[in-house]
């Protein structure tokens, strides 16, 4: 079966520091990866989508960046965090952009 | 923007069906409907989804009108761990198969 692993859970921030969030994905090979953002209180928002190794989709511009070095890995970067950065990040996959994606557990991250 | 309207709020009582609504008279042709629910501080999960045809499953049966303007999830027997946000999606299966989230239903089960 397919697992989903993201950390960390929880983290606790500085503005201006760098963020680094990692997601893994167990299973399966080749899937489509993404990563949402949920501000307090709202919908979940697309950032990246990520179809191949290398391959990046941005879907809003900000101070955030994505990258996927390895198949089943996809990583959330951003050199100086904002105040606004603050949210709950989720990735997800899915085996193609045909099928249903699956969330993992999440980060809930607070900028200060 | 999202393609979806829903009520903010509905309640159900235990063991009751929860029929939950969703509007979206800008679907296309090549759009799905998706459902997801979201319990509190946990990442989404996957519920159901379809194209023309009713569809069910272990979690849920979805009901879509003949002109694909409006859909229902259907909870045949609701618990108390149902309650969650709901979330209807249109969904391309271009552009990555992305997932546009608006606000969704929450769903409160009650005793």
């Known amino acids: 079966s397919q697992t989903i692993h993201q950390w960390p859970a929880t983290l606790v921030q500085p503005v201006g520091s760098p963020l680094s969030l990692e997601c893994t994905v167990e299973?399966?090979?080749?899937?489509?990866l993404y990563w949402y953002r949920q501000a307090a209180g709202r919908g979940l928002q697309l950032l990246f989508y990520?179809?191949?190794?290398?391959?990046i989709s941005s879907e809003v511009p900000q101070n955030l960046s994505a990258s996927r070095p390895q198949d089943r890995q996809f990583i959330l970067s951003s050199k100086k965090l904002l105040l606004s950065d603050s949210g709950f990040y989720l990735c997800?996959?899915?085996?193609?952009?045909?099928?249903?994606?699956?969330f993992g557990p999440g980060t809930r991250l607070t900028v200060l | 923007d999202a393609k979806t309207t829903q009520p903010p709020s509905m309640d159900c009582a235990e063991g009751r069906a929860a029929n939950l609504p969703c509007n979206h008279s800008?679907?296309?042709?090549?759009?799905?409907v998706y459902w997801y629910r979201q319990i509190h501080s946990q990442g989404p999960q996957y519920i159901i989804h379809g194209l023309k045809n009713n569809e069910t499953n272990e979690m849920a049966s979805l009901i879509i009108t003949e002109d694909r303007k409006s859909s229902t999830l259907i909870l045949p027997h609701a618990t108390l761990r149902d309650t969650a946000v709901y979330y209807c999606?249109?969904?391309?299966?271009?552009?990555?198969?992305?997932?546009?989230f608006g606000q969704g239903t929450e769903l409160s089960v009650k005793p």
């Open positions: 990520s179809v191949g190794i290398g391959q």
């Open positions: 299973g399966t090979s080749n899937p489509n």
């Open positions: 800008t679907i296309s042709g090549n759009e799905y």
């Open positions: 999606i249109v969904r391309s299966h271009n552009q990555g198969g992305k997932l546009i």
């Open positions: 997800a996959w899915g085996r193609t952009s045909y099928n249903e994606q699956f």
